[in-house]
């Protein structure tokens, strides 16, 4: 079955780094576009970034662009979400996410937290 797996979240003082991998099973990750989507307490959950199924496209949103890049490596079935230049509204839940057929996935979710 699909599963999908986090990792690389934590706490970073404002202005930091942090990178965010999320290992892909049980489908041809190569065939499918992969996103980022985060959750702030209290708000609904947001899309951050999407990668093309051969990472030659990309999209952000608004408040990332600049900041974040998404990548994959199709070889290791991972996606992942390097993150510079992290503001306290940056601290969230991140999630990664796909879409085999017509049934979307997403992973337990990695906590970020942006804070001095």
């Known amino acids: 079955q699909v599963q999908l797996v986090e990792s690389g979240g934590g706490l970073v003082q404002p202005g930091g780094s942090l990178r965010l991998s999320c290992a892909a099973s049980g489908f041809t990750f190569s065939r499918y576009l992969m996103s980022w989507y985060r959750q702030a307490p209290g708000k609904e959950r947001e899309f951050v970034a999407a990668i093309s199924d051969s990472g030659a496209g990309t999209d952000y949103a608004d408040s990332v662009k600049g900041r974040f890049t998404i990548s994959r490596d199709n070889a290791k079935n991972t996606v992942y979400l390097q993150m510079n230049s992290l503001k306290p509204e940056d601290t969230a839940v991140y999630y990664c996410?796909?879409?085999?057929?017509?049934?979307?996935?997403w992973g337990q979710g990695t906590q970020v937290t942006v804070s001095s």
């Open positions: 996410k796909t879409t085999v057929w017509v049934r979307d996935y």
